[in-house]
Each structure stands twice: as structure tokens, then as C-alpha cells.
């Protein structure tokens, strides 16, 4: 079984339609030498990670180079602007 090399594998957003993208690139990581739409799956794994012991969701902050976000998971149903007790991933149910 031939194992490809993951150091050649990354997300990025298309520039043409901005949607979220698996690619394969070579020495120029800005050639996508396959590629295929992972949109759904990058948001699947984020909803799993946040709701991990987290039923009700969770907040997470995020930093990117100087600024800070914040991502909020709950379940449909719940109002946007609805705290979770403040609760994180790691804090489980509340």
C-alpha cells in the first residue's frame, strides 16, 4: 500500500467560488495538483470536536497571527446570542 506524503496535503479556499478545499500541491503550494470540495467535512469535524463531552455546544476563542475570534457551536434551536455558561469543550455538560 503506497502512502501519500501529508506534508503535501492542505485546506485552503477556493479563489473562485471561496469554498473550503482538500488539495494535494507539489514544491509550489500554490498549485493544487488534485483537489476536491471538503466544506462539509471540515464543518462536521469542528461540530464534533466543540459538542466532545459538550451537549449543549461550546465557545471556543481562536488566535490567527494578532487578532482572536471566538467560535460558537449549539445545538439548532438555541438562540444565537444564548450563552452556554460560558462553557468550553473541555468543561462538558453544565
Known amino acids: 500500500m503506497v502512502m501519500a506524503n501529508l506534508k503535501n496535503i492542505r485546506l485552503g479556499i477556493s479563489p473562485l467560488d471561496g469554498k473550503i478545499m482538500l488539495y494535494r ?53 438555541e438562540p444565537a446570542g444564548k450563552k452556554t455558561s460560558g462553557q468550553t469543550r473541555d468543561e462538558g455538560k453544565t
Open 25 to 77: 500541491h507539489g514544491k509550489d503550494r500554490r498549485v493544487a495538483l488534485d483537489k476536491r470540495e471538503a466544506e462539509r467535512d471540515v464543518f462536521i469535524a469542528i461540530i464534533e470536536y466543540m459538542t466532545f463531552n459538550a451537549t449543549n455546544g461550546s465557545i471556543q476563542r481562536v488566535r490567527i497571527g494578532d487578532r482572536w475570534f471566538e467560535i460558537r457551536v449549539t445545538p439548532e434551536g
